[in-house]
């Protein structure tokens, strides 16, 4: 696929430590206060950026801007997944357990997830896996009565971005975006539990990382991409040259 043949970058995402950070805002709306004003499928929806890493939640804050729809929060995206009733699973292209992150989410969500998202990259794509920027939609351990009174999203949205590469953010993001659209525009159609809100952590980017910045300005320009309007850093620049 086209995916496969872009530029690695680096490591994956290093193991979660402990203990995990409390949540702070990086931006003046909370994760429940951002509203739901992204039009995107037939259900509007809200969106949280989070990430314990302070440059990334700086640049996530940069390129989204004060759109008004987006809210940027420093924390663990298991931490925050409470928030929403759908949470973006940043995974490799086989859907295998490889990262902390994985491990934490599967914790939250019910080990089934990942092995739903397993089968279904074998199914369709084989034992190399799936292309960079794969994305479908999982109902949780949560939907289906496996957590008793523990609070977890119902939905997880899988995005293979691992291993690397140059435009997997973009790729990872946007096919997310497309598969959460489906399902409200589904959801619809037929009735159901739509999407309202998601959370998403940083999609290929780890600690320390050298391309932050690019990563999130990649993730934003896939968000605005489909929720329209325009990243806070090409408004920036559009003013500039006028």
Known sequence: SSGRGLQRLGAPRSPVPAPLMAATPCSPAGPLTAPLAVPVGEVAWRLT??????????????????????AVVRGRVEELAA??????????????AASGLDRALSGLLGSGTLERARARILAEHG????????????????????FGAVKAPRFAAFAAVYPRTREGPL?????????????NSEIAARGGEAIRSVVCPGLGSFTGSPDIDDVAAMMAAAYFGA?????????AGSAASS
């Open 49 to 70: 950026i989070c990430d314990a890493d302070d440059a990334f939640c700086e640049a996530a804050r940069r390129h989204f801007g004060d759109d008004g729809r987006v």
């Open 83 to 96: 928030m929403a009733n759908c949470v973006i699973w940043p995974g490799n292209v086989q859907g295998l």
């Open 127 to 146: 034992d190399e896996g799936c292309p960079i920027g794969t994305a479908f939609l999982l109902e949780t351990g949560a939907a289906m009565g496996g």
């Open 171 to 183: 790729l990872a993001m946007r096919g997310a975006m497309a598969a959460i659209a489906e399902h």
């Open 227 to 235: 929720a329209g309007g325009a990243a806070a850093s090409d408004r």
